[in-house]
């Protein structure tokens, strides 16, 4: 691997971190768990654009009998979760998540990369009012659900390019639109966990959620089984329910498709605009 990256999870008991770890890690997903005593760690290791990171994922105890335990762990951290129970109540929640963004402070430099992270996503009751608060704290957000398995390696992907181990794949120029008081258009994509991750970079990132102004149109990303989207292997049965297929394709070459659906390929930022802009004009 190019590097070895320490991921530190950090939350109240039962936000899901435990079970966060291991879906990531294993792939797994464990309804009842015994309470993290210390701490507890596994690794993964993803590749993207030819570099390979080794994650070093901990989860950490919050009992008090712990904090020494937990605060010797924070050193040499290049990424901490703030782990959020999206079941929960929002003025608990919140609380915590003030509380634990403060012990980051103290413990970490600038260069720990923090994120909160909302669990238990497919329960979720106030994932809109972690994501404000988030704005409030100024502090990235995302989400995903360990049970299901929804966006949980586009979470480590995003998190190791919040840090600068991986580059998005398009370069987006300086964003001239505001989404707010304009007509929504969406978009759902579907695909492996790293095509969906790498369509992403075609999208504007606004408070957690993903835009592109196409003429007057606002487009927004979202997951549903539209557009199915894909950069190296092809899922023979997936493509199948695709009313539109789109390839991604840095090494500049396509593959050749064989799908009764439409057929286009995004290989520079500059395509980006014409490609959504066909593509719209055959779904609308």
């Given at each position: 691997y190019d590097f070895l990256v320490k991921i530190l999870l950090v939350g109240s008991n039962k936000c899901g971190k435990s079970q966060f770890l291991n879906r990531l890690t294993k792939g797994i997903f464990i309804e009842q768990r015994q309470m993290t005593i210390g701490v507890d760690f596994a690794t993964k290791i993803i590749t993207q654009g030819g570099v390979k990171v080794k994650m070093q994922v901990w989860d950490t105890a919050v009992s008090e009998r712990f904090v020494a335990i937990t605060k010797a762990f924070y050193?040499?951290?290049?990424?901490?979760?703030?782990?959020?129970d999206l079941s929960g109540e929002i003025e608990e929640q919140t609380k915590l998540l003030t509380k634990q963004y403060q012990e980051v402070q103290e413990n970490c430099t600038e260069e720990t990369k923090t994120i909160v992270l909302g669990l238990k996503y497919d329960q979720q009751r106030i994932s809109d009012q972690i994501q404000q608060y988030c704005i409030q704290l100024k502090l990235p957000y995302c989400f995903a659900?360990?049970?299901?398995?929804?966006?949980?390696?586009?979470?480590?992907?995003?998190?190791?390019e919040i840090a600068k181990f991986f580059k998005p794949l398009f370069e987006l120029p300086p964003r001239k639109f505001e989404p707010l008081q304009q007509k929504r258009i969406e978009l759902g994509f579907f695909g492996s966990e790293y095509s969906t991750y790498l369509v992403q970079s075609c999208f504007y990132e606004?408070?957690?959620e993903?835009?592109?102004?196409?003429?007057?149109?606002?487009?927004?990303?979202?997951?549903?089984?539209?557009?199915?989207?894909?950069?190296?292997?092809?899922?023979?049965?997936?493509?199948?329910?695709?009313?539109i297929v789109l390839q991604l394709h840095p090494q500049r070459y396509k593959k050749r498709v064989q799908c009764k659906a439409p057929v286009f390929c995004i290989?520079?930022?500059?395509?980006i605009h014409g490609v959504l802009k066909r593509i719209l004009k055959l779904l609308l």
């Open positions: 050193r040499g951290a290049k990424i901490i979760f703030l782990c959020v659900s360990s049970a299901t398995g929804f966006n949980v390696e586009r979470v480590a992907r995003k998190a190791l606004i408070n957690g993903f835009f592109q102004q196409v003429d007057e149109n606002l487009v927004k990303l979202c997951y549903s089984q539209q557009i199915y989207v894909f950069s190296e292997e092809i899922d023979e049965k997936l493509i199948q329910k695709a009313q290989g520079f930022q500059a395509e």
